[in-house]
């Protein structure tokens, strides 16, 4: 803390008999920190020597460390009345009377505190507190304690202790406008719990539908997607517009911008996007949450009190924010304050572990390992692509090995043939097949990107359907609400050598075709990035569609290379494969489909001499 070490261990030990080791081992504890301990042998000390203010001082100070803030506070103002009526130096009390507050999250109440106790014989002692507060707190909460932005901190602090949550060793951190994190000010041992917010704190669904809007939009029977997320955008744009309410230190620490979202992005910013499927899910989105806020407002006119741009913004801010737990084994969507300031990591998984305690009705945050002093605490949103953090977080992670394309298949409507497919798979002819997920990394990915290779492999087939459909169709299922049928699940693996390249011909095509559609290339994408000027949407934009580029050339490169080895013997095309420099995100393919079928498979379209070669092997 601010203070020196110990308050007055000297005047402790002088008043204490010679050879007592009580104190000794108060301050073994507190080194150690543990202050729950020490608090235990100071109280038993306190109670034979009421009238020693040092012990007062330390007992306070054993108090705050375990977060009794109150009693801390009548303690050393117990202290000081002792000194004050032995006329001894209080310096050391106030001292501690400032880490309290400290402790407490309370530093102007810290600097009032001392300007309150400037006197002539103190004055630059206690000025050289006052700035060495302001020093510290520039340092751990990026803010001058001055600043709006740091008063509404202190606000929201003091709303969660009220609110009855516990913290311990943490403090948010101002980084930009909007953005904020949280750190360990202390370390956090590994399996420390230093996070438990109440039910009272926490927002559901319900909190939404328990307001008046809430229950006449529930009235309504309105059709809304994610309806969850609608209910707690509700519940906090209602807060929001109440003057008096008690969620305001909540509500005022809500983001206000959401530029950061490509749903907000700026017309020159979307012109980044061009080429990629993200522009038409920025748009589709927009449109339909366009749509939806009508349809709200025409079933329940009172819902008009929100714009449709709050609306729009607060069910994205939503999304970004909400956990999914587990309350007395029912799935809920929840907004926990200050755990939702938690920012992402990927390479910080298992850093916590947080989930709901029935028992406590509560969530509660544990450290699954230590984390140091200083270090930002976070959590890992779950393995994503690029495409789901950007558009549902505003943010994306370099070089994210789950990076991801969508890509529409079509059925050729003009011939019968196709229709016979359309009709095997229940999808009409003129429809896409379905938008399909390309995984850049096959790995624990391959299973997608075995389905999508399947398809190709099916619009390329040539011989009998009825051998597809009896060996690798899945029987039709029929919808209970509709009785339509649904997409059957269709898996083809390798069906022979001719089909294969004409599958690995088509992925050319279909990428070579997406790579088109950007008006920059992949190496201007690379060349962009290395300037450190770039704005953050900028910068996430060209780091997007390299991603995207990036999936698109190692379509080729794979086609290329598994279309030479097909060519080859099975010797050949291993001895092709491990002359490449390093392993490609698409080995999976190569070597869990591609070798092992150029020892299985022959075809009569290959010459005589090949089919031999490849027995032989």
């Known amino acids: 803390g601010i203070n020196a070490e110990y308050m007055g261990q000297k005047e402790l030990r002088s008043s204490m008999k010679e050879g007592d080791g009580t104190i000794k081992k108060v301050e073994e504890l507190m080194k150690e920190k543990a202050y729950r301990e020490a608090l235990v042998e100071v109280s038993k000390l306190v109670s034979i020597h009421k009238e020693d203010p040092a012990l007062r001082r330390l007992n306070a100070l054993c108090l705050s460390k375990t977060h009794e803030y109150e009693e801390a506070h009548s303690e050393i103002n117990q202290a000081l009345e002792l000194e004050k009526k032995n006329n001894l130096d209080p310096m050391q009390s106030i001292c501690t009377k400032v880490d309290i507050f400290w402790d407490q999250e309370e530093i102007n109440e810290a600097i009032k505190f001392l300007q309150a106790n400037m006197a002539d014989g103190s004055s630059t002692v206690i000025g050289e507190k006052i700035e060495e507060i302001k020093k510290r707190c520039k340092e751990e909460y990026g803010l001058e304690h001055t600043q709006d932005e740091f008063v509404k901190i202190e606000h929201f602090m003091r709303w969660m202790r009220r609110g009855l949550a516990t913290y311990k060793n943490v403090r948010m951190k101002y980084y930009a406008p909007d953005f904020r994190g949280v750190h360990a000010c202390e370390s956090i041992a590994e399996h420390e719990i230093f996070l438990n917010v109440p039910r009272n704190l926490i927002i559901t669904p319900q ?11 529930l009235a309504s029977k309105v059709k809304i997607t994610w309806d969850y997320l609608v209910y707690i955008a509700v519940f906090l744009l209602t807060e929001m517009k109440k003057p008096d309410s008690t969620w305001k230190p909540f509500t005022d620490m809500y983001p206000r911008l959401v530029n950061g979202f490509p749903l907000f992005y700026s017309e020159d910013e979307k012109n980044l996007l061009k080429g990629s499927p993200m522009i038409d899910q920025i748009h589709s989105e927009t449109e339909q949450m366009k749509e939806e806020y009508k349809r709200i407002v025409t079933a329940v006119p009172e819902f008009s009190m929100f714009t449709e741009d709050e609306y729009i913004k607060n069910k994205v801010l939503v999304i970004s924010r909400i956990f999914f737990v587990k309350i007395k084994g029912v799935t809920e969507r929840i907004m926990v304050p200050l755990a939702d300031m938690f920012n992402h990591h990927y390479e910080k998984v298992g850093q916590t572990y947080w989930h709901y305690n029935d028992a406590s009705d509560s969530f509660v945050v544990t450290a699954q390992k230590k984390i140091e002093k200083g270090d930002a605490i976070c959590e890992n949103y779950g393995v994503k692509p690029n495409y789901r953090f950007l558009f549902y977080y505003g943010f994306l992670i370099d070089n994210n090995m789950k990076n991801t394309v969508y890509i529409k298949l079509y059925f050729n409507k003009d011939e019968t043939r196709e229709k016979v497919k359309g009709a095997m798979v229940g999808t009409k002819p003129e429809n896409t097949i379905k938008t399909f997920k390309y995984y850049e990394h096959f790995g624990d990915n391959y299973s997608k990107n075995r389905k999508f290779l399947g398809f190709l492999r099916f619009l390329e087939y040539e011989g009998d359907l009825s051998e597809i459909s009896a060996k690798h169709l899945i029987p039709p299922e029929k919808s209970a609400e509709t009785c339509a049928c649904k997409t059957r699940k269709l898996r ?9 390249r004409k599958m690995l011909e088509r992925l050319q095509i279909i990428a070579q075709a997406c790579l088109k559609k950007f008006p920059d290339t992949l190496e201007t994408d690379e060349a962009l990035l290395k300037d450190p000027s770039l704005s953050y ?3 996430n934009c060209i780091v997007y569609r390299l991603g995207e580029k990036k999936i ?3 379509m080729i490169k794979m086609a290329d290379l598994a279309l030479e080895m097909l060519s080859k013997t099975y010797a050949g095309a291993c001895a092709q494969y491990k002359a490449l420099p390093s392993k490609p995100p698409y080995a999976y393919y ?8 150029t020892v299985s498979y022959t075809h009569l379209t290959l010459p005589t001499n090949r089919e031999v070669q490849i027995a032989v092997v």
């Open 492 to 500: 083809l693996p390798f069906l022979s050598f001719a089909n294969e």
């Open 537 to 539: 949407n900028v910068r």
């Open 590 to 597: 190569i070597e869990k489909e591609l070798l092992p079928a």
């Open 207 to 217: 909190s939404g539908k328990d307001t008046p809007i809430g229950q006449k939009l």
């Open 552 to 554: 698109y050339a190692d």
